[in-house]
């Protein structure tokens, strides 16, 4: 047994000891406030919070079931030692797995190509790992309902249910908790007690024999229900059979059939990097009947997961689901673009158009500035344990999304080099646009993929092979774009502003380090530049914090949830 093994083996069996109602509700509470300020001083230490918590979690649940739990977890005394070991683990991955493992050099090989590789390998295992769902719901339930509904007629005469009764199951369950939250953090217009009442009040319920603290809570009635959700936030995220009412039995029945699980031993079950039973059911089913939703993003996730399942499962034609994810990723960027660019009434926005024979995806024409955009849906497969065995699983996706894309989008760029007048036709080879390339002074290129492709995506140099004399485009998720404009928006950016961006963001390449690009362009929101600190670009975890701050009062989805309540001054805003 290597020394790994030892300490996940340790950690599994500090985990398992709780009554898993007990630890569930500590570590989803933990999981619901990751940005929460009374947080901090325990998650600061994880490299990853929201998959270490699952990770954690998981431990304790395919643990062996016990007749007798501990019935308390201190985070002064069992807290640390969870996180000690995480630490060792994260420290020997490092030196036998990641970038501290000794380079082995042979073969044909040069070191520096080694050197390449391993950074790939450890950036996307970091990427993947170490980061959950990294989009708001709303852009959750957005790719649920477009590119799923098309499948609900077979849905419902297969399995009798659709998509559209997942979507309402979410939408019951999330209502139910934010009625909740809101609840607790609604201000109470309640007068202070006086001082004579403050000491009565504390008198009165040490001499019944209540503990200084809840002597301390019965000082606060206006301020109660914040101070238990704060002391409990996971009681939220509950709900019991009777919640599910009003849906047919069926319906009522996919919860705690396809999303639900409980505590059962599964000996397996000792890396960090293993598959997490978590990631596909999110739902733990507790002790007395009632369930526990351990976060609602990985729930959306979830639920996107299993309709692909189960549409791949009864439709005759195989690709109809990728098909219809490459389609959602067309309209969603060119409807991104449309809705940016309307301050400018003179910029054009051509899409599905075609060159040379050949079809674009998106042309975009403001001022003297043109974008050519590509969108490349592909596929991201969890990369391998091992940085230096991952490379080529990595770069087979990056070749089918980014590295292709570029080569498109290059195509395009050229006839702008090449200085002569050329036209965009439509599918039936008709003039739609003539375009002069001298009336144009910048040329950007911008891939859009669906996944999150981490570090290979963020810094181009480390996989993305020019041509010759060629710049590098700007490659993002379709998340984190509509995120990044939508912000522009809200905090009127004007397009000659993202112009600069990507004018900056073009010179990052081969000297960044930083898996979300989400740090990177939140910190251009709040300084309308990139910060040079020693003579380096740096980005720090804080810096995407903005996405959120935004998002507390409003980001400006076209579906935004609860923007009344977002923006209702009685409500507590804990960000």
Known sequence: ??????????????????????????IVSLIHGVTHPWNAALLKQLASPLRQLLYLLNLNLTSPV??????????REDWPKLVGMLNEMDTIHRHEYGELKPLVFEGELSPDELIRRRIVGIGTYIAFFHQGPLHYEEQGIE???????????????????????????????????????????????????????FRDRVMETLKNGGSFEEAMRSTMTGHMGMFQYVSNPSSVHTFTPEDLACFSPVVAALLPEHFAMERAEQAGFLYFSQPNQLIKRPILKLGKGSYLITDFRLLLSAMFSFLQEQCTAIIKTKDRVSKAKDKFLERKVTELFTDFYRSDPKAQIIPSYYIDGSERDLLVLSGKTALII???????????????????????????????????????????????????????????????????TEVYMIIVTYYKLGQAENDLW????????????????????????????????????????????????????????????????RHKRLVIKNGRYSFS???????????????????????????????????
């Open 1 to 26: 047994m290597d020394q790994l093994e030892m300490i996940a083996r340790r950690l599994k069996a500090e985990a398992g000891k709780y009554h898993p109602d007990l630890y569930a509700a500590h």
């Open 143 to 197: 790719k649920v309902e477009a590119i799923f509904q098309q499948f609900n007629a077979e849905l419902k005469q297969a399995l009798g249910w659709d998509a559209t009764d997942l979507i309402a199951l979410y939408d019951h369950l999330d209502d139910l908790r934010q009625a909740r939250e809101d609840r607790a953090m609604m201000k109470q217009n309640l007068p202070e007690p006086t001082e004579e009442e």
């Open 374 to 440: 590509e969108d490349k849906a592909g596929k991201f497969r969890e990369p391998l344990f091992d940085a230096d065995k991952a490379y080529d699983k990595i770069w087979s996706d990056f070749k089918s999304t980014i590295d292709y894309g570029y080569e498109q989008a290059h195509s395009v760029r050229q006839k702008f080099l090449d200085g002569k007048p050329f036209d965009l036709l439509n599918e039936k080879k008709e003039i739609i646009a003539t375009v002069d390339p001298a009336a144009y």
């Open 66 to 75: 016990q007749e007798q739990y501990e019935e308390e977890f201190s985070d």
């Open 541 to 575: 975890a804080d810096d995407d914090l903005i996405y959120d701050e935004l998002y507390s009062t409003g980001l400006g989805f076209k579906k935004e949830r609860r923007l009344a309540i977002k923006q209702d001054p009685r409500i507590r805003k804990l960000v």
């Open 462 to 525: 480390l996989m993305l092979d020019l041509f010759d004399d060629d710049v590098y485009p700007y490659a993002t998720c379709v998340d984190d774009l509509e995120n990044f404009l939508l912000a522009m928006q809200k905090l009127r950016f004007k397009p000659a502003d993202f112009h600069r961006f990507l004018r900056i963001r073009g010179e990052l390449h081969g000297d960044l380090r930083t898996n979300d690009e989400g740090r990177v362009t939140g910190q251009f929101l």
